[in-house]
């Protein structure tokens, strides 16, 4: 993969701070060395658990590896000690909170990235926790409020929920609009729409392209194919990733970005009623109970609606508004996942504990066989 880095030059940070050494660490790393050319010496991993093992030919060049955890209570001295004006933090990990220490790199100059909204303590209270308050939309319009309260945007970059999904996926359903459209004018179907497609295509209104299209629905979809040659036991989860994000996002309440054509609710559903978008709905069951037939490239799918920040995303960004502040158009956007056969079962095992997680926890390596993910 060719990636063109032409304009990073001199703003390339001097240090970054890796938080995590999961599935997604191990592929990054070798990418920011190789593609961005940033120097082995200039990145530290920290992780609570060792797991050098993973980036080991990294570390024999020169990133620094270490055991620790971000913590409330230790936060500004550990950052402060590891980064400053100018450097990057590439947030991996879990249960940081996410306003917390995206106010601290705006008030330090340091350029934060992450891949989802996190709490310090997802489960506190949660069995006295209505499951509107439980749900992504909540954090998102929390972390809404607290950029409003900003003096400016003049601080330092930061990108929040980017990587596969939420992140990628959002460019992609941006392509995929993009195709649909262009192929409605070249295909001579768009009829008295056209000259409204082509300006929304110019213009870049992906709502309106959207709209125009009549998009109604947008399956986030994934299917992990890959076997194990060590299947999983008894009292173990198993999976090809973080099984602490896996589990908190599929033990929340379903969520979905709620389309304006949808002319019933599912009997469980909680609508929000504030001064945000409410673009979504909450069902009153876990993600990891709450299955939709989709598709990937190798066929149809029954995955789970496991609550993820892209629901929320975009369906949001490609609502059309009215004058009067209703919605005139929105699609019904959620994640469809379908992981692995071992994650599966032991899925299927957590709900037999009533959802207290197995002793034995084990993520995918160097032991997978064969397959693929597809998203």
Known sequence: MSIDLSRVGKHRPARTLVLGCGSVAQAVVPILIRDVKLAPSSITIVDFVDNRHRIASEIKAGVKYEQGRVTKENLDEFLTARVGAGDLILDLAWNIDCPTILTWCREHGVRYLNTSVELWDPYYDMHNTHPLERTLYVRHQSLRRMIESWPDNEGPSAVLEHGANPGLVSHFAKRALTEIATALL?????????????????????????????????????????????????????????????????????????????????????????????????????????????????????????????????????????????????????????????????????????????????????????GRDEL
Request: hydrophobic fraction near 35%.
């Open 186 to 370: 070249k295909d001579k179907k768009a009829g008295d729409r056209a000259k409204f497609i082509e300006g929304a295509l110019a213009e870049g209104r992906f709502n309106t392209l959207a709209m125009l299209t009549g998009t109604k629905v947008i399956h986030i979809s994934e299917r992990d194919t890959q076997i194990t040659s060590q299947p999983k036991q008894v009292d173990e989860f198993v999976n090809t990733w973080s099984i602490e994000g896996f589990y908190e996002e599929g033990v929340a309440p379903a969520e979905l970005g709620w389309g304006t054509h949808e002319r019933w609710l599912p009997h469980n559903a909680h609508v929000h009623d504030d001064d945000g978008p409410c673009n979504q709905i909450a069902l009153a069951q876990p993600g990891m109970e709450t299955w939709v037939r989709s598709w990937v490239p190798c066929g149809e799918i029954l995955g789970m609606i496991i609550r993820h920040g892209e629901a929320y995303t975009m369906s949001d960004h490609l609502t059309v508004w009215n004058d009067d502040g209703t919605a005139k158009y929105r699609p019904t956007v959620h994640y469809s996942y379908c992981p692995t056969d071992a994650a599966i079962m032991s899925v299927h095992e957590l709900r037999m504990r009533n959802w207290k997680m197995q002793a034995g926890q084990r993520i995918l390596n160097n032991e997978i066989e064969s």
